[in-house]
Nanobody, 121 residues
């Protein structure tokens, strides 16, 4: 039983900032790589940012210098700080994580339900 729950989405004007959170809960031994994806209507879901357990980060080119991914390995929370937002950043933002569970060996990948981010002109 593992659940990912995103929060923090909303409506902001271009140039504004927004902070997203992703809480992973359940029968967890370890959370490994955590990623944020986004999907605009009619478009493919795309990887926005990713962070490993030892805090190695990578970003989509379109958000480099504007977004920051971080995590708390004790509380199993991942964050995405979004600065200098643009209308093209609009979409449903999903949290994704590889999780090792207490009742089995190996890893499973989980998705959150998404949180809406809308950036107005």
């Amino acid at each position: 039983q593992v659940q990912l729950v995103e929060s923090g989405g909303g409506l902001v004007q271009a140039g504004g900032s927004l902070d997203l959170s992703c809480v992973t809960s359940g029968s967890i031994l370890r959370v490994y790589t955590v990623a944020w994806y986004r999907q605009a209507p009619g478009q493919q879901r795309e990887l926005v940012a990713r962070i490993t357990r030892d805090l190695i980060r990578d970003y989509h080119d379109s958000v480099k210098g504007r977004f920051t991914i971080s995590r708390d390995n004790v509380m199993n929370i991942a964050y995405l700080r979004m600065n200098s937002l643009k209308p093209e950043d609009t979409g449903l933002y999903y949290c994704n994580a590889d999780v090792q569970e207490t009742d089995r060996e190996g890893y499973r990948n989980y998705w959150g339900q998404g949180t809406q981010v809308t950036v107005s002109s």
